[in-house]
């Protein structure tokens, strides 16, 4: 057997069962594995330098083929359901067995990388990747160690990742051909038939969030991060699409990162060593910051370009809507390392209410934070359905209930501590609809939202006038430097009166069918924060 690169001395594919595999390549350079999927025909450079690539038949995560095994370590504390469907672990066994041999008589890329820049909650993991490009995925998005430690470096985790690899549901017991297992006994997960990148750091951020808050009390958290002038930590929570990756981004404010955190009892950390940034309708205009980012070493995934060039189209969502680049948080240019900040001072909510009910920003009290954290709402658009323009809601407690492993208590539980604890401004972002649902409003602008953010982060709403929005009895400042005042209240931007409050009516009422499953958990003050559906305000 074969093994090149940068690797230990005492390392070797054979302790991971790979001893049959042709070559081994052992922690390339970024500038090595791109050359390499140049030559394979898996991708081309862009005009700016970056790697775009394809990622086969699936362009986004399958919650539905992502499982848990089940053993003596998870079967109490692992919350078993639709989120973590429960895999057999022998089965599992069988299917590692199954992805080895596949491999055998292939190339592998080895990544060496770690997860958690607070060195306490260090995990060293190692992925084996059966394509280059999900090994620069696997480069850009973990934390990278120095060539030093690489010599010794010991994994804690497994990743093996095989987008080729199909499992038989009959032999393999996965629900179809594509899967991403997590097996905490072993620490090791497979993720095979599907080549979506962002499976691979998901499945290390459902890890820590079972690790972090089961065994170190620590909160680990779907959120960005960054650092102001006076070294004051700002966080923001969201679902998919809300704003996380592009509001972190501030040229005002120092980078921790974009997607995944924990809080420990010294402040904020980042997860990872780097950005997944969705591209959709990208801009140097209104995002220089992730627009620049995009050059040599970042990988694009399944964007289309001008006919007859090489100049990324960012409008092109023929592939996918989920077009995406990653690339290593240094490339922004303020991102802090190593990527750590103080005890949060300001906590944000993004969600992009598709039904323009909620404010453009609104202060929440401790009640009120806690009830939206369980909820964790979001509206999805309308697909491209002709003739549908009625979003849907969705509830996804504390803002990333896919990627939970342990009940959504344990995690609200951690924050509700937090919160008392320190003294934190928690603000409600509405990043979507104003003036009137999807269909007769329009998204509020991103300007608008930054400025909504500066202000309440400069403590500009301190002594502001507020507001009380309907139904929800949020509290909104009924002015802000830069956003039109008129928006700020939600029912005064709709011209329909009316229409608006059967709106806020409704959304009250889906906020309360989707809370009745967490109630009997929730103390009086949380209750209390709970939408009214009375008619009049
Ligand atoms: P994921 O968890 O999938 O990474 P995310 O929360 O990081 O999602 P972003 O990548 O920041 O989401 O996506 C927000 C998208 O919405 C971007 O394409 C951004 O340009 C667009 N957008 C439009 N208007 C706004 C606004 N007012 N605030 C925030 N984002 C906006
Ligand atoms: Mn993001």
Redesign the pocket.
Known sequence: MNEIGNKGEQASVAQLGLSNVDMAYWNLHPSELIEETIIRGEGFLTDVGALAIDTGEFTGRSPKDKFVVYDENTKDSVWWGDVNNRFESDKFDILHNRMLAYLGGKEIWVRDAYACADPQYRINIRVVNEFPWSNLFSYNLFLRPTAEEIKTFAPDWTIINAPGFKADPKIDGTRQHNFAIINFTKKIILIGGTGYTGEIKKSIFTVLNYILPHHHKVLSMHC?ANIGKEGDTAIFF??????????SADPLRKLIG??EHGWSDKGVFNFEGGC???C??LTAE??PQIFNAIRFGSLLENIGCYEGTTTVDYSDISRTENTRVSYPAQYIDNAVTPAVGDMPKNIFF?TCDAFGVLPPISKLTTGQAMYHFISGYTAKVAGTEMGITEPTTTFSACFGKAFLPLHPTKYAELLGEKLKKHKVNVWLLN?GWVGGSYGVGS????S??RALITAALTGKFDAAEFGTSRNFSLAFPKACEGVPAELLDPRNSWADKNAYDDKARNLAEQFNKNFAQYASAANEEILSAAPSVEATA
Do not use: H, M, Q, W
């Not at 969201?238 to 509001?247: A, E, V």
């Not at 998204?443 to 991103?446: A, G, H, N, T, W």
């Open positions: 960005s969201g679902l998919s699409g809300t704003g996380k990756t592009t509001l974009d997607d997944y940034a969705k959709v309708d209104k995002e993004l990043t998204r509020i602008k991103l608008y939202t």
